[in-house]
């Protein structure tokens, strides 16, 4: 079953407006990453923060990670046409398998140009 | 140096029959997991394998199975195929131990139908 859920499933924006994605998941994380998928294609790691984390950059990106309300958010700033693509949020379990991450549905992002 | 390589990339099968799907990890990587992601939602894990030894299974009943081999490859066999097997079948690699043993670096996927 899916641990994390995204929310809006679907988001359109114009280049250079900003893209904020959101995941709620259920049970305690020892880590939260962002994966980004390029239509039907194999996914690609984005970003990670850790449980004792608030807050991350890299790049355009900045993750948020609220453990007492089980949410993260993802930025995109100054959005490209290239930035088009399914995110989904996945999460690391405390004492999970390895390898072992639970995805959400995935927000897709459509970025016109 | 090559990512995560899956063979092959598309197949079409018919209810009831066997298919092998393959995965070479990135080299260093022990770890391989595999998933299932069927339209529209997101990966499912289905295996873990380190060393050989499966180290985790999903919700997946008994027709999947796996193997990984002393180079660190893997299989994934899937047996009496189902209509509802149709889905894009992820291998992702990983290291082993700390924090980058929970960052998937992922295949491009083996797409599978069953007519």
């Known amino acids: 079953s899916q641990q994390g859920e995204e929310d809006p499933q679907a988001l359109s924006i114009q280049e250079g407006e900003n893209a904020t994605m959101n995941c709620s998941y259920k049970t305690s994380i020892n880590n939260l990453q962002w994966y980004r998928q390029n239509s039907g294609r194999g996914l690609v790691h984005l970003i990670l923060i850790r449980s004792n984390e608030r807050e991350k950059h890299s790049g355009r990106l900045r993750v948020t990670l609220d453990t007492s309300k089980k949410s993260s958010s993802l930025l995109i700033t100054a959005s490209r046409a290239a930035d088009t693509a399914s995110y989904f949020c996945a999460t690391a379990d405390r004492g999970s398998t390895l390898g072992r991450l639970y995805f959400g549905r995935g927000t897709q992002l459509t970025v016109w140009p | 140096d090559a990512g995560v390589t899956q063979s092959p990339t598309h197949l079409i099968k018919t209810r009831g029959q066997h298919v092998t799907l393959r995965c070479s990890p990135i080299?260093?990587?022990?770890?391989v997991s595999w998933y299932q992601q069927v339209l529209g939602q997101g990966p499912q894990f289905i295996f873990q394998?380190?060393?050989?030894?499966?180290?985790g299974r999903g919700n997946f009943p008994d027709r999947f199975s796996a193997r990984q081999f002393p180079n660190y490859s893997s299989e994934l066999n899937v047996n009496a195929l189902l209509l509802g097997d149709s889905a894009l079948y992820l291998c992702a690699s990983s290291l082993v131990g700390g924090l980058g043993a929970n960052v998937l670096t992922f295949g491009a996927g083996s797409r599978l139908t069953v007519l």
């Open positions: 394998y380190y060393e050989k030894e499966e180290r």
């Open positions: 080299s260093g990587h022990k770890s």
